[in-house]
């Protein structure tokens, strides 16, 4: 099956500055990528995703990449917001929309 | 609209009780999947069904563990004779026809079940 690993496990950044988390995947049949956020106690909430077909999707603040080839995908965070900090958790889904999460990344935001 | 409704938001057992979860998928929604997470932890597969049909339950134990999605009413995951390591977090999501592709999952807010 498919195994999906996200790093770093925390990370914490002053606010304003850019952050990164970073996800592999190992099953090259996988062809769509959310990402979620969630915060503590709180539902995981869709905040971007791309597909296969696309190399870059990028939502105000946020953008994802994906390299096919290497089959690792990345968030991106610019100009981040103390309302930022929480966990941010990516997937990988196949054509049978069964979604492998990461770990999860911690992510700090200081003001 | 209503998003996906789990309840209740949090249960409690004693070992040995049966826990029973419910989740309405949002409407229209025919795809229901569940998750169970531990504090610290990612999101773990459980169960993907759609109306009456269990179409992937790789991730849920064999024992114990059961879940439903009648053509009426709710999806129900149950836990029967339930053991201290079932305390987590366990949530649903739902997602609409896949159509042309693989489509979002929307999650509920989750229930938190403790075992004494």
């Known amino acids: 099956g498919e195994n999906v690993e996200q790093h770093p496990s925390t990370l914490s950044v002053q606010e304003g500055d850019s952050a990164v988390i970073k996800c592999t995947y190992s099953?090259?049949?996988?062809?769509?990528f959310p990402w979620y956020k969630q915060e503590l106690g709180k539902r995981p909430q869709l905040i971007i995703d791309i597909r296969s077909n696309v190399g870059e999707k990028k939502d105000q603040r946020i953008a994802v990449t994906l390299n096919k080839t290497a089959k690792h995908f990345s968030l991106h965070i610019t100009e981040t917001q103390p309302e930022d900090s929480a966990v941010y958790f990516c997937?990988?889904?196949?054509?049978?929309?069964?979604?492998?999460f990461g770990s999860g990344t911690k992510l700090n935001v200081k003001p | 609209n209503a998003g996906v409704m789990q309840n209740p938001r949090h249960l409690v057992r004693r070992r040995g009780q049966e826990a029973r979860l419910r989740c309405s998928p949002v409407?229209?929604?025919?795809?229901v999947y569940w998750y169970r997470q531990l504090p610290e932890e990612g999101l773990k597969f459980m169960v993907y069904?759609?109306?009456?049909?269990?179409?992937?339950e790789s991730g849920m134990p064999k024992e114990r563990f059961s879940a439903e999605f009648p053509k009426e009413g709710p999806s129900i995951l149950r836990i029967q004779q339930v053991v201290r390591g079932d305390s987590a977090a366990y949530f649903c999501?739902?997602?609409?026809?896949?159509?042309?592709?693989?489509?979002?999952?929307?999650f509920g807010d989750g229930t938190r079940l403790s075992i004494l």
């Open positions: 997937a990988a889904s196949n054509s049978f929309n069964k979604f492998y």
């Open positions: 409407k229209g929604h025919s795809h």
């Open positions: 999501a739902s997602s609409p026809d896949l159509g042309t592709g693989n489509q979002p999952q929307h």
């Open positions: 099953d090259s049949a996988s062809n769509y």
């Open positions: 069904l759609q109306k009456e049909n269990i179409i992937d």
